[in-house]
């Protein structure tokens, strides 16, 4: 069975974010991520989750300056400095709080352009930080319209072109459904590549029970597969989060 993280952007949002590193371990999750965790102080984000024993499991780019503004600048062809500046702002961040990995944005554009300067990018940031693990991750165009990295496909010619050792993609399950509409195909075809999942119920991006995606039947795929890293509750509760805690796995 899977070690389970809690995303705490989306869960647990009835507490402050400090109360929720505590909440996700008494839940029984083992690892946590915050997709944009640059408004608290790193030291007190790290304090936190190990007082609670929690691995800090994943971050996001863009740094401390994103303030909800665009979804990255990575794929943006004429962004490269500031992509670059904000990688190395980001990649402080998460070495402080010792992030497993980091999800690189791609942000929104489109054409042969934004791929080369993807590509070039992602070389860079994989030479410039090769002993972190970095990841880009396909997101929906219902829920992220523009953004450049909507294809699992796409993801895995990006990956295999930059040929670095420390780039890999991450696997959203409710992303993967909506894209194509076979999130089991899609791990089927690119599971070997993949650092990180993420799960949450389609329709609604709730708990991750029901729906269009058998759950239970994905994580016997991802034991016969041999995955050994973290799945990540990534949903919006229904209620309140402890309430929708059903399908968690206890061990």
Not at 89 to 99: C, G, K, N, V
């Amino acid at each position: 069975m899977p070690r389970f993280a809690a995303n705490l952007t989306m869960l647990f949002t009835e507490l402050p974010m400090l109360e929720r590193f505590a909440a996700a371990a008494d839940a029984g999750f083992q690892g946590v991520e915050i997709l944009f965790p640059y408004d608290i102080p790193a030291r007190d984000l790290s304090r936190a989750a190990i007082a609670a024993g929690l691995e800090f499991v994943l971050m996001n780019t863009p740094p401390p300056n994103w303030a909800g503004g665009p979804r990255g600048f990575a794929a943006e062809p004429g962004r490269e400095d500031r992509f670059r500046s904000d990688f190395d702002r980001a990649l402080r961040f998460a070495e402080a709080l010792r992030a497993r990995h980091v999800h690189i944005m791609a942000g929104y554009a489109e054409g042969p352009d934004a791929r080369a300067t993807f590509t070039r990018n992602l070389a860079w940031a994989a030479d410039r930080a090769p002993h972190v693990s970095l990841m880009i991750e396909p997101l929906n165009p219902m829920d992220q319209p523009g953004y450049f990295l909507a294809d699992f496909d796409l993801a895995a010619e990006i990956i295999a072109q930059v040929g670095a050792p420390n780039l890999g993609l991450q696997f959203d399950s409710y992303h993967a459904q909506l894209i194509t509409g076979d999130a089991m195909e899609v791990w089927r075809r690119h599971g070997g590549i993949v650092r990180h999942v993420q799960i949450a119920g389609v329709p609604g991006r709730h708990e991750p029970t029901g729906g269009m995606i058998d759950y239970p039947g994905f994580f016997a795929a991802l034991d016969q597969s041999g995955y050994k890293g973290w799945v990540s509750a990534e949903y919006n509760p229904r209620a309140l989060t402890a309430q929708g805690l059903g399908w968690l796995p206890r061990t």
